[in-house]
Structures are given as structure tokens and as C-alpha cells.
T-cell receptor, first 119, second 111 residues
């Protein structure tokens, strides 16, 4: 089945530093990837939609200058949290939409998540 | 915009019980309804996907139904086991939009 990986799985950083999270589709091409954030005991909230070769579309209330998204290839999207602060500490999950020949074009496959802790 | 609600927020049952988790959504023009499992501190595991033309899907002890007219989906777990303990998330999307998630039901199955 389709696999999505994330790296790193967890990261601890100091306030004010930037952190990059990678999301890769391992065995399929994904023209669209999604970034979600999940706070403890809360559901997943969509942050942005990342389209290969174009600018990401951010949800209302998400600062695009703080959460930089790059989708440079059909298998890789990155989320950079710039000048991270403790309130950015969260669980970040990416997903990728498989537009391949499986017929289930609208299925999203989710990565294992990245736990970010900002001290 | 699609809104998804799940009840109950938490459920505790003894091992062996059959149980039902409920999910409701506001937009009846739903395209996909998907159930996920999430273990603490982990990502999502897709359990069942019901497309708009379908009414239910089954996988092992799990059965998910979709009633678009009433805006509801249920996840039925038969003969629950302690290993079923996790948070179960329901998510739906309309057309080509991304998934909208409910807040989940935290299930605890005690031995």
C-alpha cells in the first residue's frame, strides 16, 4: 500500500530557532500534500494544502510567513516552522493524495507525524 | 463547509462487548467518509473508507455504515479487545476538498 514518511519523528528546539519537517510519499506520486496540526486531545486541523510546483494554500488563521511550505517534487513536501515559540509545540501530520492508477484518486495517506517541542 | 461531530468523546467497555461509535456531518454532499485509528502519540491508521455510492464497508471485526440523508456514519466494533483501545477519528470530504476531522472518540477496552 501507499506509504508516507515524515522526518524527523520528533524534535526539540529552543525558542527562536527554525525547524524543518519533511514529508515524503515513498511509492507513489503526490501532486497534493496536506499539513495538519494536532494539539493534545484535539482533532487534526488543516494548516495548508501544498501543490507541487506552486504556492501553498493556507487555511484561515495560519501564518504563511511562519509556516513555510515547499513542494518541490512529486514525492516531497517540507514544512518549516520559522522562529518557533513554545505555543508552536504540537504534533504535525502530513498526508498525500495519490493520483495514481489505483482508482481511489481521492484517498489521502497519512504520515506518522512529527512531535515538535519548543523550549 | 463540512463539520464533523463525534459522540461519545470517550467510551470505556469491558472486553468482549460489541460497540458503536457515532459520527455526524453537516454536508450531505459528502464524497468520502473515512474512519481512522490513532494510538497515543502516533499517526493515523486508516480503517475503512466509504465512498458516497456505498452504504457500508467491512474489515474483520469492523463495520462502518454511511447514511448521507441523515448525515450519519457509525463504526461498529464486534467482540472488542484490549488492543482496540485507541482514539477513533471520523473524517469526511466533499468533492475534491480535503478531509475534515471530528474530535474523535477515545475508546478504552478493559480486560
Amino acid at each position: 500500500g501507499a506509504v508516507v514518511s515524515q522526518h524527523p519523528s520528533w524534535v526539540i528546539c529552543k525558542s527562536g530557532t527554525s525547524v524543518k519537517i519533511e514529508c515524503r510519499s515513498l511509492d507513489f506520486q503526490a501532486t497534493t500534500m496536506f499539513w495538519y496540526r494536532q494539539f493534545p486531545k484535539q482533532s487534526l486541523m488543516l494548516m495548508a494544502t501544498s501543490n507541487e510546483g506552486s504556492k501553498a494554500t493556507y487555511e484561515q488563521g495560519v501564518e504563511k510567513d511562519k509556516f513555510l511550505i515547499n513542494h518541490a517534487s512529486l514525492t516531497l513536501s517540507t514544512l518549516t516552522v520559522t522562529s518557533a515559540h513554545p505555543e508552536d509545540s504540537s504534533f504535525y501530520i502530513c498526508s498525500a493524495r495519490d493520483l495514481g492508477a489505483s482508482g481511489r484518486w481521492d484517498t489521502q495517506y497519512f504520515g506518522p507525524g512529527t512531535r515538535l517541542t519548543v523550549l | 463547509k463540512q463539520e464533523v461531530t463525534q459522540i461519545p468523546a470517550a467510551l470505556s467497555v469491558p472486553e468482549g462487548e460489541n460497540l458503536v461509535l457515532n459520527c455526524s456531518f453537516t454536508d450531505s454532499a459528502i464524497y468520502n467518509l473515512q474512519w481512522f485509528r490513532q494510538d497515543p502519540g502516533k499517526g493515523l491508521t486508516s480503517l475503512l473508507l466509504i465512498q458516497s455510492s456505498q452504504r457500508e464497508q467491512t474489515s474483520g471485526r469492523l463495520n462502518a455504515s454511511l447514511d448521507k440523508s441523515s448525515g450519519r456514519s457509525t463504526l461498529y466494533i464486534a467482540a472488542s479487545q484490549p488492543g482496540d483501545s485507541a482514539t477513533y477519528l471520523c473524517a469526511g470530504n466533499s468533492g475534491y476538498s480535503t478531509l475534515t476531522f471530528g474530535k474523535g472518540t477515545m475508546l478504552l477496552v478493559s480486560p
